[in-house]
């Protein structure tokens, strides 16, 4: 790549000082040798130098673009040609400058205008599909019919539900994200949580007991502690959530928001726009993901209600293990 920079660099360089060797030794030719008018031999010569200019740069155009959009590239499943379609056809208002520009050169007297005008009006079909897609409202549960049970029995202490130490709630748009029959990744997570908590705060975390919620929005998810919320937020599987650090650049098109977590300004976006997002210097990351960060920093957070006698004895049993002189000292037998 650097090897075609510097060529290109040479190559216009080379290109810019042919054009100002032709423009003045035409004039010469034409007032000399021709005996032309000053603005008659500008005219045509300067008219011929320009031609043989841009015919003489555009094979330089194209290597530097092909050299950006490849040093530019992120590192990703899909080949080139499938990642410029999408970057270039996931954003209406690419589309709508593109048609813009188009619709410019359409009303150029001396231009193709009709082929120009009928390009124009396929942009701005193509970018009022796009944004059409993008505002499409989420389709609505179909509601579940639940068999009919005449039969009452009589309540028992067995239905008296004891809060969890720590619980999480989720919209069923979110069951997906806890189901490992359909590839649900945020168990793994939390299991992953629980054991790094583990190591670095010398006690094991309660289990995370999920549970789905109709009451809740579909996309919502809240984190509970001894029945109480200590955390909410929405989480879109299929979307990427593309976190603003204090650093990225530009704006993304999709559905502003703030991370749970940390409450950066952040977007949640579509899978096409991960790349570009990435690029612009965005930290984009997974639903699944986002769930298991804001859990985390929670438990972080609320580490000393989560230690109590049950956590306490554990650790005693624990250590009664090892060491169990050292244990019998400081805790004698009653």
């Known amino acids: 790549m650097d090897g075609a920079s510097k060529f290109v660099r040479g190559d216009a360089i080379a290109g810019i000082l042919i054009m100002v060797i032709n423009v003045v030794g035409g004039l010469l030719v034409g007032v000399l040798q021709h005996g ?3 603005g008659s031999a500008a005219e045509s010569y300067t008219l011929l130098t320009i031609g043989d200019g841009l015919v003489a740069q555009i ?3 194209v290597i530097s673009t092909a050299a950006g959009v490849i040093v530019t590239r992120v590192s990703t499943d899909q080949d080139v040609g499938e990642q410029m379609v999408g970057q270039l056809f996931s954003n209406p208002r690419v589309m709508l400058l593109a048609a813009a520009v188009l619709g410019l050169l359409g009303m150029v007297p001396g231009m ?3 082929v120009f005008l009928l390009f124009t009006a396929a942009l701005l079909g193509l970018a009022w599909w796009l944004r059409g897609r993008e505002e499409k409202a989420p389709e609505e549960p179909q509601p579940v019919k639940m068999p009919e049970n005449n039969s009452v029995v009589e309540a028992t202490w067995n239905d008296v539900q004891l809060e969890d130490s720590l619980g999480m709630e989720v919209g069923y748009r979110l069951i997906p994200m806890v189901d490992f029959q359909q590839d649900g990744e945020l ?14 705060m010398g006690f094991l975390p309660p289990v995370v007991h999920i549970r789905d919620n109709m009451d809740l929005q579909p996309a919502r998810y809240r984190i509970l502690m001894k029945g109480v919320e200590i955390g909410s937020g929405d989480a879109y599987p299929g979307r990427w959530l ?10 993304l098109p999709g559905e502003k928001t703030v991370d749970p977590a940390f409450g950066l300004d952040a977007i949640w976006i ?10 612009q210097g965005f930290t984009v990351v997974e639903a699944s993901t986002v769930v298991a960060t804001h859990l985390n920093h929670l438990i972080g957070q609320f580490s000393a209600e989560l230690f109590g006698r049950q956590e306490a004895q554990q650790l005693l049993d624990r250590v009664s293990q090892e060491m169990p002189k050292l244990t019998e000292d400081l805790v004698p037998a009653s």
């Open 242 to 251: 593309a976190i603003n650090p204090g650093t990225a650049a530009g704006t």
């Open 270 to 279: 579509e899978s096409a726009l991960k790349e570009q997002a990435q690029i």
């Open 112 to 114: 193709p205008n009709l």
């Open 187 to 200: 168990l793994g997570r939390i299991r992953s949580i629980r054991k790094k908590f583990a190591q670095d």
């Open 59 to 61: 094979p330089a155009l």
């Open 36 to 38: 032309m008018s000053i």
